[in-house]
């Protein structure tokens, strides 16, 4: 591998990235250095189709860049590190030109010079142009700071152009767009704080909210689109029992969210996942599960979860939401439809135990085996899951000689892995010689199974503890 850094970047590239990044490294403007174009052709086969060519070491690049020359893997690191530098760069490019604002504004700086008066008229022009065209579509905070820089600019080169008397428009415009960019930004970190807090059992106070918010109610702008959801989003976030504010924002998003791109309605629709879990999920209210994946049906239909590829964790939530409030179909059609999504590395494991989860939680035992039987999955999440799949799969069909046989190679697994974090082990081998009880018990051994299930409740780290209640009980 001749980086593991450098990888890692170039594979969340698409492959249309991957293509206009050779482009971007042969560019003589950009990269003088012949030898990085060359280590990028090189390589570049392997990204564009992963699973069938192998990524190339060290010692083979290095062959075929400088042959009969002795290995230096000291200058083939440095290759590798301007190569990434060279792919940040054209990233950072490719983002640029998705922002025409931020575009015509770097234009704008780039003719700010007194004797370019009919440039920067021309550049005003396609800005006025632009906001014009915008104004009702892009809301969200960050179209202020552009407004506001636009006046600023003006402001600029009335003085650079030695006129002593400003347009006091032009400062009140100013003075506008920067209170809805100052509220609308301080309301955003606001709303992600009281969202970690959530997640993390922390406290923080925030220094005169009341103040804060009673100065926002009264404003000429707090009807603007973006004041309105992060106030909506606050209030539901720290007063999580009334559960009002979460059905208020989610009726506001529904009717509101086309205003905004994809990053904020992203970020929205995220907040609202949070609360359904963090407030009420795991506090025991499980009415919400329904809530929570009725928003994670509109984050899929309205593509939010893509960058390009689906974000592994919203992957797993949304399969695992699905099973708990039995949408198998759903769950089916999305398995099928957005394994493929998924960062190369991940999209054969993720596929197969989902799949396999799904099936399980139809009680079709056999298809669990079909998937799971031969095959080894390298994610170490989900060989956890699998193996702890097939333990309920041979319990639930009576195959104790297999279970057995299972349960003694997933305690060497388990033993052997390196990786695991120590608590995490405990609780797997305490759910392993559990299962071992639970299986030589005999089927009218009452107080036996009473017994093991106190000592199951008053031990404190086990895996999978609720399956093993659940089979004591029947």
Not at 18 to 39: C, G, T
Not at 401 to 411: D, K, V
Not at 415 to 435: D, G, P
Request: charged share 25%; glycine share 2%; net charge positive.
């Amino acid at each position: 591998m001749p980086s593991k850094k450098l990888l890692t970047y170039l594979n969340v590239l698409s492959q249309n990235e991957l293509r206009k990044l050779e482009k971007f490294i042969q560019s003589p403007y950009h990269n003088e250095v012949k030898d990085l174009s060359r280590f990028y052709a090189i390589i570049k086969p392997h990204l564009l189709k992963k699973e069938e060519v192998p990524v190339p070491s060290k010692q083979e690049i290095w062959k075929k860049l400088f042959p009969n020359t002795k290995y230096n893997d000291t200058k083939l690191r440095k290759i590798a590190s301007l190569v990434l530098q060279l792919a940040i760069e054209f990233k950072a490019y490719e983002i640029l030109k998705q922002k025409p604002e931020q575009k015509l504004l770097l234009e704008l700086h780039a003719v700010s010079q007194p004797e370019l008066t009919t440039h920067i008229a021309g550049i005003n022009r396609k800005l006025i142009h632009y906001t014009q065209q915008n104004s009702i579509n892009t809301i969200e905070s960050n179209f202020y700071r552009f407004r506001l820089s636009i006046q600023n600019h003006r402001i600029a080169e009335m003085e650079n152009d030695r006129k002593k008397l400003l347009k006091l428009e032009e400062l009140q415009e100013a003075l506008e767009h920067l209170d809805v960019f100052y509220y609308a930004q301080k309301l955003a970190m606001m709303a992600d704080n009281i969202g970690y807090q959530g997640f993390m059992n922390i406290a923080h106070q925030f220094h005169n909210t009341q103040k804060l918010f009673e100065e926002i109610e009264s404003s000429p702008f707090f009807n603007k689109p973006i004041i309105q959801v992060y106030y909506l989003i606050i209030q539901m976030l720290s007063q999580p029992e009334q559960e009002t504010h979460f059905f208020k924002l989610k009726d506001w998003l529904n009717q509101n969210s086309q205003h905004f791109d994809k990053s904020q309605k992203k970020t929205f629709y995220s907040h609202l996942i949070n609360y359904c879990i963090s407030h009420k999920i795991n506090k025991g209210d499980e009415t919400f599960y329904q809530y929570a994946f009725n928003v994670f049906k509109i984050m899929v239909e309205q593509q939010l979860i893509f960058t390009p590829f689906m974000e592994p964790s919203y992957y797993r939530n949304i399969i695992s939401i699905g099973l708990r409030v039995k949408e198998f179909d759903y769950v089916q059609n999305f398995i099928h439809t957005y394994s493929k999504y998924l960062p190369p590395n991940q999209k054969e494991n993720a596929a197969t135990f989902n799949l396999a989860s799904l099936y399980y939680k139809q009680k079709n035992y056999g298809k669990v085996l079909e998937l799971l039987h031969n095959v080894e999955l390298t994610n170490l999440s989900y060989a956890l899951g699998a193996k702890t799949i097939l333990v309920g799969t041979y319990y639930a069909m009576d195959e104790y000689r297999a279970l057995e046989s299972l349960l003694t190679s997933f305690r060497i697994f388990i033993l052997r892995n390196k990786l695991l974090a120590k608590s995490t082990k405990q609780s797997y081998l305490n759910f392993l010689k559990f299962t071992k009880k639970l299986i030589s018990l005999a089927p009218y051994d009452h107080k036996g199974k009473e017994k093991l299930q106190q000592t199951i409740l008053k031990t404190q780290n086990v895996a999978v503890r609720d399956w093993l209640l659940e089979q004591i009980n029947r």
